[in-house]
């Protein structure tokens, strides 16, 4: 079953350091397009990041310089590593799969975690 | 970076009716454009791809148009299932961006 599971959210004060993973099953992470998207409470969807498959990286403006996207291939994961944490991170995130058989449309996603930003 | 706007940002209507929802880019992407359906506390789900292709286990009633930078999104008869805030998403370079969301509720 192809399937997406996030974890590592949580409460964490302003400028500390948070490690989001995303388990994937039923596809290799490797072989495609895999982003990270939020949404603040309330709010519309803000796309974090992309890895490609041939391994580029891109990041959101709001984001750059503080995230950074990974994956592992030998435990199949998505991470995204977080620091500087500032109040507006606070969000769902979710990872997501792109399919590069349906012209990239995020096809697959988790079920979110939450991150809250607050002292 | 591509501007995405949709347009309207809500809009209530009826079961049975038809709605119609706008995107556009900043600047041409081609055919590069999706569409997404969220519902509250859920996450989004894709319905339209390339503009114009169909998600498999979608309904018909859904269907996408358009190409460069004007975009809709068509629902043909607003079932009560449909109510939900839908975005459009451009694929066609990184950085990704969304829609802001067109929440459509009963009217």
């Known amino acids: 079953e192809v399937q997406l599971v996030e974890s590592g959210g949580g409460l964490i004060q302003p400028g500390g350091s948070l490690r989001l993973s995303c388990a994937v099953s039923?596809?290799?992470?490797?072989?495609?397009?895999m982003s990270w998207v939020r949404q603040a409470p309330g709010k519309g969807l803000e796309w974090v990041s992309v890895?490609?498959?041939?391994?580029?990286?891109y990041y959101a403006d709001s984001v750059k310089g503080r995230f950074t996207i990974s994956r592992d291939s030998s435990k199949n994961t998505l991470c995204l590593q977080m620091n500087s944490l500032r109040a507006e991170d606070t969000a769902v995130y979710y990872c997501?799969?792109?399919?590069?058989?349906?012209?990239?449309?995020?096809?697959?996603w988790g079920q979110g975690t939450t991150v809250t930003v607050s002292s | 970076d591509i501007q995405m706007t949709q347009s309207p940002s809500s809009l209530s209507a009826s079961v049975g009716d038809r709605v119609t929802i706008t995107c556009r880019a900043s600047?041409?992407?081609?055919?590069?454009l999706n569409w997404y359906q969220q519902k509250p506390g859920k996450a989004p789900k894709l319905l339209i791809y390339?503009?114009?292709s169909l998600q498999s286990g979608v309904p018909s009633r859904f269907s996408g148009s358009g190409s460069g930078t004007d975009f809709t999104l068509t629902i043909s008869s607003l079932q009560p299932e449909d109510f939900a805030t839908y975005y459009c998403?451009?694929?066609?370079?990184?950085?990704?961006?969304f829609g802001q969301g067109t929440k459509v509720d009963i009217k």
């Open positions: 600047q041409s992407i081609s055919s590069n």
């Open positions: 890895i490609y498959s041939g391994g580029s990286i």
């Open positions: 039923g596809f290799t992470v490797s072989s495609n397009y």
């Open positions: 997501a799969r792109e399919s590069i058989w349906g012209g990239y449309g995020m096809d697959v």
């Open positions: 998403q451009q694929s066609y370079s990184s950085p990704r961006t």
């Open positions: 390339a503009a114009s």
